[in-house]
């Protein structure tokens, strides 16, 4: 849910969208229709069929207007018939009590008759400058309150909870979750190994996030995470890989790109900016990682393109006809076995009736194609 | 020119990297976070006493064991565990920046067990009207307009590149994460102003001149909240006197210890 009203010359005169980006560009009088216009269209999404809607938990920053996912999550719990709720997810480590976390997806899950998907996430470096959680921490709090979330729903409280960073006598969380044994958990990622790991461990939903990389960065991440499901002992399901990607579809290929291209630049040069220090704060990710990002990511995030050409070729966003987002999408799905796909079609600040009308085409026109390779679409702005 | 060895030093199984150099009573320097090194200024000082230069838990070197580590109280203990090591009795004690705010609550603890204290631009005070700079959230040149009196000068820009040498990386990545285990974006200790009287040993606060990293103010209340300190403030230097005018520095501290 990105903010549409940042200067022209916003990346110029600021270093980041994130934490210290001044809050006075936000006006509320323009927040007001922007919000009930981003949930207005995850409601369409719902009513064209997609197979879910995501929202999900940033903080102090233009990039996004989502600090609190569940408020968004709980205007959409009664405006939404079928479309799971995806949440992608809440910022576990920022929360001294986790026990919220776990209260409020089961309140959602429980009004919504199961309709809850849980992402958990560790959440970007610029979380722990917002919140002031000691980043060196991020790792282990992430991990506990994980545990400490999974127990409330599964085990019959009340019981206590002594760990390292969290410790409550009492844990006795009303209401239980609807979906038994608890609603099934998505972890979206950037590429950290160790999250890969620990998320084929558990056996749950890796999502590859859109902002990663180009395709072929994100593609080696998908083909990492099938490895450790193998390294755990089973081979991965198509279900548990998610592909996150922005999509716009028109009619033509060029009033695809003519109508996306401005927007994208917006977000991409805008809303993406941070700075390394925000971005990779100290001890949030493992030392081997951060080397490799040092040198992979920095350089290489779609802030840093400046060519039309090079964004599509690399495959940073899907655009164009029906028929040229329907091969992409296959050909990618081919060689990467993801069987969600998690599409993006809000961008930056490209106004409604693109979106919607990016939406219903692909509704009509691509996903009834994708049944068949027995793909599910989420979408989230 | 003294030269320093560079040896492993065994604390309750933990590996510390440690520097030595010079005969003489003992001298523990508490580095600052940004130059883990042996120092010109550590050579003088070499010259008449024995100068160790343990490098800090998590610090390269150092970082065996640093997942133990949680609290400013954890590395007071660490040092006074080093010294029984070394068998150091009542070592005259220094610190600079990070450095200086494990000394000050090292001293404010234990001040029997130590000579006396030198602070250099020391972390650790909380002054809500003379806020620290949140270093971990700068980039190479912002990080020297920070710390130093003259940026760009060749020092400045050796102790601190406008992206880590590649060799550098893993070090540099090391030492950013033990500083914010200990200092994320706050690096003080709320209660240390008010223990202040608990230090009962002669001090002497140095403080640079064009300090932007740690308000002077902070030098101040360290002088004002240490009955016997005296305080001298380093023309020429910012936030690493030690480094940016280490021969002054080198010259008050050992006029400071002979007296001591």
């Known amino acids: ?381 | 020119m003294t030269s320093c060895k560079e040896e492993i030093v065994k604390v309750r199984g933990r590996n510390v990297k440690l520097l030595r150099g010079g005969e003489g009573m003992p001298l523990i320097f508490l580095h600052d976070p940004f130059c883990p090194n042996w120092l010109p200024l550590h050579d003088r000082l070499a010259s008449e006493y024995e100068v160790f230069v343990p490098i800090h838990p998590g610090f390269a070197g150092s970082e065996n064991g640093f997942e133990q580590f949680e609290t400013m109280e954890d590395l007071v203990v660490h040092y006074l565990d080093l010294c029984e090591a070394l068998k150091l009795d009542r070592p005259a004690l220094a610190g600079a920046s990070f450095g200086g705010w494990i000394a000050a609550e090292w001293a404010i603890r234990y001040s029997e067990r130590l000579r006396c204290l030198v602070l250099i631009d020391a972390l650790g005070l909380r002054l809500p009207a003379a806020p620290v700079a949140d270093v971990l959230s700068l980039d190479g040149p912002g990080l020297r307009r920070t710390l130093f009196a003259e940026p760009n000068s060749p020092l400045a820009l050796e102790a601190i590149p406008d992206t880590p040498r590649v060799d550098a990386i893993v070090g540099t990545i090391l030492g950013r994460r033990a500083l914010a285990r200990f200092a994320w974006q706050f690096p003080d200790d709320p209660r240390l102003l008010r223990y202040l009287y608990r230090v009962r040993l002669p001090a002497l606060i140095l403080w640079g001149e064009c300090e932007e990293c740690v308000p002077s103010a902070h030098g101040r209340a360290f002088h004002d909240g240490i009955a016997d300190s005296e305080f001298a403030a380093i023309a020429g230097a910012g936030h690493l006197p030690h480094l940016e005018a280490s021969e002054e520095c080198a010259k008050l501290i050992l006029s400071f210890l002979r007296k001591s």
């Not at chain 1, 990039?63 to 959409?76: E, H, K, Q, R, V």
């Not at chain 1, 939903?205 to 755990?232: D, G, H, I, N």
């Not at chain 1, 090079?310 to 076995?337: C, F, H, K, M």
């Not at chain 1, 993006?344 to 106004?351: I, L, W, Y």
């Open chain 1, 1 to 381: 849910m990105p903010w549409a009203y940042l200067p022209e010359d916003f990346a110029q005169k600021h270093n980041s969208a994130w934490v210290t980006a001044p809050n006075s560009f936000y006006d509320p009088e323009l927040g007001h229709p922007l919000y009930n216009r981003y949930l207005d269209e995850l409601e369409l999404a719902d009513q064209l069929g997609f197979d879910g809607v995501c929202v999900n938990e940033h903080h102090q920053t233009a990039y996004g207007g989502m600090p609190s996912p569940n408020i968004m999550a709980a205007c959409l719990a009664r405006r939404t018939k079928q479309a799971k709720l995806v949440i992608l997810g809440n910022v576990l480590p920022l929360y001294d009590h986790p026990q919220r976390v776990a209260e409020e997806i089961a309140m959602l899950d429980v009004i919504t008759k199961g309709r809850v998907i849980s992402g958990m996430v560790v959440g970007t470096g610029m979380e722990y400058f917002s919140y002031r959680i000691n980043p060196t921490h991020a790792r282990e709090r992430f991990h506990e309150a994980h545990d400490l979330i999974i127990k409330a729903w599964t085990t019959e409280g009340p019981f206590s909870w002594d760990g390292t960073h969290y410790r409550f006598r009492y844990v006795n969380i009303w209401p239980r979750p609807y979906q038994r044994p608890h609603p099934p958990i998505w972890i979206p990622g950037s590429g950290s190994s160790e999250t890969m790991e620990w998320v084929a461990q558990q056996k749950y939903t890796y999502m590859v996030l859109p902002t990663l990389a180009s395709f072929e960065l994100r593609r080696q991440a998908a083909e990492y995470f099938s490895q450790c499901c193998a390294k755990a002992g089973y081979s991965v399901r198509h279900a548990q890989i998610g592909w996150g990607i922005g999509i716009y579809v028109s009619e033509t290929d060029e009033a695809a790109r003519r109508e996306y291209e401005p927007h994208y630049w917006y977000y991409a040069r805008n809303l993406l900016k941070t700075t390394p220090q925000q971005a990779l704060p100290p001890g949030h990710t493992s030392i081997a990682s951060v080397t490799g990002m040092m040198k992979r990511r920095l350089e290489s995030r779609p802030s840093n393109l400046s060519t039309w050409k090079e964004v599509d070729e690399a495959g940073y966003v899907i655009v164009g006809s029906p028929e040229t987002v329907r091969q992409r999408l296959e050909d990618y799905a081919g060689r990467v076995g993801f069987g969600l796909l998690i599409a993006n079609f809000s961008v930056g600040n490209a106004p409604r009736e693109y979106t919607e009308k990016s939406m219903r085409l692909f509704a009509e026109k691509v996903m009834p194609k994708l049944r068949p390779i027995n793909m599910d679409v989420a979408t989230m702005m």
